[in-house]
């Protein structure tokens, strides 16, 4: 069950809620079927409730919503990419660690 902290991401709402968000932001490019995305859930729960009101924490399933997916230019997933004011700041492809992923969110507050 994921975390209600955990923002979905859309192709109808990426741009309000993630590239004109105030706050940084980490988007988790994932789908159903990835073993190693399934892996990283529990991490990405943490990470919102650890966040919560200080960076936003949100997925994006690769399935439903292709047009966020291409304009990242995701080839794989699972992958990770820390958004400043609509600029990528830090990409990661593969399971990352808790730490290394609050490492990037704190460097970014």
Same mark, same amino acid.
């Not at 109808?12 to 988790?28: G, I, R, Y």
């Not at 650890?50 to 399935?63: H, L, M, Q, W």
């Not at 808790?98 to 460097?107: G, H, M, Q, R, T």
């Given at each position: 069950?994921? =975390?209600?902290?955990?923002?979905?991401?859309?192709?109808? &709402?990426?741009? =309000?809620?993630?590239?004109? =968000? /105030?706050?940084? %932001?980490?988007?988790? !490019?994932?789908?159903?079927?990835? #073993?190693?995305? @399934?892996?990283?859930?529990? %991490?990405?729960?943490?990470?919102?409730?650890?966040?919560? #009101? @200080?960076? *936003?924490? +949100?997925?994006? /399933? %690769?399935?439903? &919503? @292709?047009? %966020?997916?291409?304009? !990242?230019?995701?080839?794989?997933?699972?992958?990770?990419?820390?958004? *400043? *004011? #609509?600029?990528?700041? *830090?990409?990661?492809? +593969?399971?990352?660690?808790?730490?290394?992923?609050?490492?990037?969110?704190?460097? &970014?507050?």
């Amino acid at each position: 069950m994921a =975390s209600t902290a955990v923002f979905e991401f859309t192709d109808a &709402n990426f741009k =309000s809620e993630a590239m004109e =968000s /105030d706050q940084p %932001v980490l988007v988790d !490019f994932w789908a159903e079927w990835c #073993g190693p995305c @399934r892996m990283l859930t529990p %991490v990405i729960d943490e990470l919102a409730e650890d966040y919560a #009101g @200080r960076a *936003k924490v +949100g997925k994006v /399933d %690769v399935d439903a &919503n @292709r047009e %966020v997916a291409a304009q !990242f230019s995701i080839m794989s997933i699972p992958t990770i990419v820390i958004l *400043k *004011k #609509g600029e990528v700041v *830090k990409k990661f492809v +593969g399971v990352s660690s808790k730490a290394d992923l609050a490492a990037a969110i704190d460097e &970014n507050i």
